[in-house]
């Protein structure tokens, strides 16, 4: 069974909001060791590079190995979970020091060509930088 397999359709919302707080209780029961294995192993090479604000190639976040830079700055992490992939999607949580209460992880998605950064108050679409 793949991580996706059991993840249902966002269509339905209620059933999507109770897959994730499933994945929060088996991420909050995991020991410290595999947290620690989880964050300092590198995002998968799909995510690896710099990407940009359509509107805006001045503001970009650069994923470089296990780091997320955002705007040129390291933007720390407490741990990430990769949920699934499938295709070109790939799902991960990932939780901020500044919000890891349980209804505030950040989904970092990647479908297609875009990347997805949402939180309970914001999504960003971004796009690769041309290289």
């Known amino acids: 069974m793949t991580p996706r397999d059991d993840r249902p359709s966002q269509d339905d919302e209620d059933a999507f909001d109770a897959w994730l707080e499933r994945k929060h209780r088996e991420r909050k029961s995991s020991s410290e060791a595999e947290?620690?294995?989880?964050?300092?192993?590198?995002?998968?090479?799909?995510?690896?590079?710099?990407?940009?604000?359509?509107?805006?190639?001045?503001?970009?976040v650069v994923i470089q190995g296990s780091q997320i830079l955002w705007g040129g700055a390291p933007r720390p992490y407490v741990?990430?979970?990769?949920?699934?992939?499938?295709?070109?999607?790939?799902?991960?949580?990932?939780?901020?020091p500044d919000n890891v209460d349980e209804d505030s992880q950040t989904v970092l998605l990647l479908l297609g060509d875009d990347?997805?950064?949402?939180?309970?108050?914001?999504?960003?679409g971004l796009v690769r930088a041309e290289t």
Request: aromatic share 18%.
């Open 35 to 60: 947290v620690r294995q989880r964050r300092e192993a590198d995002f998968p090479e799909a995510l690896q590079g710099r990407w940009i604000y359509p509107d805006d190639s001045d503001t970009d």
């Open 79 to 96: 741990d990430k979970i990769l949920v699934g992939t499938e295709g070109d999607e790939i799902f991960y949580e990932v939780f901020f």
């Open 115 to 124: 990347l997805f950064f949402k939180s309970w108050h914001d999504v960003v």
